[in-house]
């Protein structure tokens, strides 16, 4: 039976809570997330029966790290159809424009294309029992692209979560985070780590704001 984490929680996904036995060998990590509707007054308010924020672009990225709590290999960069560079491809750091790492282990898809990833917004899958050794830690991390800009924060979201979910689609752990006053103005998320630990794997819930919208500003800690 799955668990339902609290901030700092940490749990082995290969046992879960009870000791039961998960299948590591492809576990998706699944995100999702509620805007939380705005009230109207007044006769228009009451037509309306209030308004969501404008349509937020909310942006799960992974971190791998070594045994420094470092990303290693920073990727490269390329140059687009349109002429514009992008960095940080084919490395270490999963997120929209590079969505597969060079090993085939782990990577990003929008899509919910297997029962396990019902109701996620966005997925990452990882295979932890073939990831290289040198790997000791994966971050997720959700960004609000131009957060700051349209002024869209974790303060307005509700029903925030991360999961994993083991091949056999049998949910392990569940972390729920919904918006609050403290939230306000962090348009970025550092929601849970997965690291090796005694042979196996463990899960800890983190729940860590962050005002920038860019990924690169929390990179910056771990590079």
């Known amino acids: ?3 339902n984490l609290v901030k700092g929680q940490t749990i082995d996904l290969r046992k879960g809570d009870k ?3 998960y299948d590591l060998s492809s576990v998706t990590i699944g995100l999702g997330w509620d805007v939380r509707q705005q009230k109207s007054s007044g006769f228009f308010g009451k037509l309306l029966g209030g308004q969501k924020e404008a349509e937020y672009d909310l942006d ?3 971190f791998l790290l070594d045994a420094n709590d470092k990303v ?3 990727g490269r960069s390329v140059q687009t159809g349109d002429g514009r560079s992008v960095g940080f491809y084919e490395g270490d750091i999963i ?11 782990i990577w990003l898809t929008g899509d919910n294309r297997t029962g396990a990833g019902d109701g996620d917004d966005e997925q990452i899958i990882v295979k932890l029992d073939s990831l290289d050794a040198k790997y000791q830690k994966i971050l997720f991390v959700v960004s609000i692209y131009h957060g700051r800009q349209n002024n869209q924060h974790f303060g307005l979201l509700e029903n925030a979560f991360i999961r994993a979910v083991d091949k056999n689609g049998k949910e392990i752990a569940k972390f729920n985070l919904s918006g609050d006053a403290s939230y306000n103005g962090k348009c970025s998320m550092v929601f849970s780590e997965v690291y090796r630990k005694d042979g196996t794997w463990k899960f800890r819930a983190i729940g860590e ?3 920038s919208d860019s990924f690169v500003d929390i990179l910056k800690k771990y590079s």
Request: aromatic residues 8%; glycine residues 8%.
């Open 209 to 211: 704001p962050h005002e």
């Open 72 to 74: 290693a290999d920073m």
């Open 19 to 21: 000791g039961e036995s």
């Open 95 to 105: 997120f929209f424009n590079s969505q597969k790492h060079p090993s085939g282990h």
């Open 60 to 62: 799960a990225i992974a």
């Open 1 to 3: 039976m799955a668990i």
